[in-house]
């Protein structure tokens, strides 16, 4: 792993296989991050080389590649429009000479122009979800930064119909340099045998009915609406004070704020919000319930992992959650924002624990039959290998 451009340089100069360089604003925890070290991990390493360029900094998570042929480069990027990071960026690419630059979100976009530059031949820039200064992809400035860089792209990847749509739309994007993909999961690493303890945990699953979320504690991702609606549950439903449990793992600004809720409302005793955990699947395995509270979503890595582990599944009604949850048998969709809508929500599942279990096994069904890992790799795969048959090379016009 290097921030540096000569290491391995003898090394790359003499592998024939293509190389993919994986473009992000920072190599962190979290579901965009996740599903690249995915694709890395399962893709047959006889077909290509990868690398990672962060535009900010990589941290441990690159510790998740297990291969050993993976270059991670760390730009250190200061906040704001990078225009002064194009010389090192296009230094950086006639160095590496990627078949494919792919570039993940609106912070890394950037990166496309200095890569048409360098005559990189096929530049691919992917949509994984909003943030929270777009809830709703009406954000002008944002529509005009994307259709600036729009000549550079050879094709996008949209993780929802409705970042499709918005593709396609406000941007501007012809439909035919648009794919639709969806996240794979690794259905042997979720997958559970009846309800285990979570190491670590304070709470009992054979004696506790645990609601879990995982994820950064950020505003996009609004736990906090979580916590309150932990709190309006065991309002309307004070005998459930002697079972219910909120488990909620992750670390960022809002981690603070939701202690600092539970403890307010006299329920701090129910939760446990132990940070940011690397056995994702062992806490699956431990919750009887999975909830997710976004403002906005793409293709939530998370839903796919409860589902996988055969987790009913309550997510607010935003970008691609409708795209996973079938409403009323995988799971239940709620409006953004709502704590009493989750909380209601929550109470239907825990007072029908058959229903919550059929829900659980319809969505884990859902996954073997459409989100399979190798179905993902094969989609990215294939969509590397046709457009590397095609001439991309020149700024499209339209």
């Not at 929270?132 to 259709?147: E, H, I, K, S």
């Not at 839903?303 to 959650?321: D, K, R, W």
Request: charged letters at 20%; a positive charge; proline letters at 6%.
């Amino acid at each position: 792993m290097s921030a540096g451009l000569s290491v391995n340089r003898a090394a790359r100069s003499v592998d024939p296989r293509p190389l993919v360089l994986h473009v992000m604003y920072r190599f962190d925890t979290g579901g965009l991050e996740n599903g690249v070290v995915n694709l890395i991990n399962h893709m047959p390493a006889r077909e290509y080389r990868h690398a990672i360029v962060a535009l900010t900094e990589v941290t441990d998570f690159r510790k998740r590649l297990q291969r050993d042929d993976v270059e991670c480069f760390a730009l250190h990027k200061p906040p704001g429009q990078g225009f002064w990071l194009y010389p090192k960026l296009y230094r950086l690419f006639r160095e590496l000479r990627p078949a494919v630059v792919h570039s993940r979100n609106l912070a890394a976009l950037e990166v496309q122009l200095p890569a048409w530059a360098a005559r990189v031949p096929v530049r691919i820039h992917g949509e994984h979800g909003r943030d929270v200064g777009d809830l709703d992809g009406r954000n002008r400035a944002y529509q005009r930064v994307r259709r600036f860089y729009k000549p550079f792209v050879s094709h996008y990847i949209a993780l929802s119909r409705d970042l499709g749509d918005y593709l396609t739309g406000p941007v501007g994007v012809p439909a035919g340099r648009v794919s639709q993909f969806v996240n794979g999961v690794d259905t042997s690493r979720f997958q559970r045998h009846g309800v285990e303890p979570i190491p670590g945990c304070p709470f009992d699953p054979a004696a506790h009915w645990l609601i879990g979320t995982v994820g950064r504690m950020q505003a996009v991702k609004d736990q906090t609406m979580l916590a309150r609606a932990f709190v309006e549950l065991l309002t309307q439903a004070p005998e459930l004070r002697a079972r219910a449990r909120l488990v909620m793992i992750g670390d960022g600004p809002l981690r603070a704020q939701c202690q600092a809720l539970l403890e307010a409302a006299g329920v701090a005793d129910l939760a446990w919000l132990p940070g940011e955990r690397t056995d994702v699947p062992a806490v699956m395995r431990g919750l009887h319930v999975f909830a997710l509270p976004s403002l906005a979503e793409g293709i939530s890595n998370t839903i796919l992992e409860a589902m996988a582990s055969g987790l009913p599944v309550v997510a607010t009604e935003v970008g691609g959650n409708g795209d996973l949850v079938t409403a009323g048998r995988s799971g239940l969709l709620v409006p953004a924002a709502r704590p009493e809508a989750m909380a209601a929500a929550l109470l239907r599942l825990a007072r029908d624990p058959a229903e919550a279990a059929a829900m659980g096994e319809a969505g884990r069904r859902r996954v073997e039959a459409d989100f399979s890992m190798r179905a993902m790799v094969a989609r990215y795969q294939g969509l590397y290998d046709t457009l590397r048959g095609h001439d991309a090379g020149a700024a499209t016009t339209d």
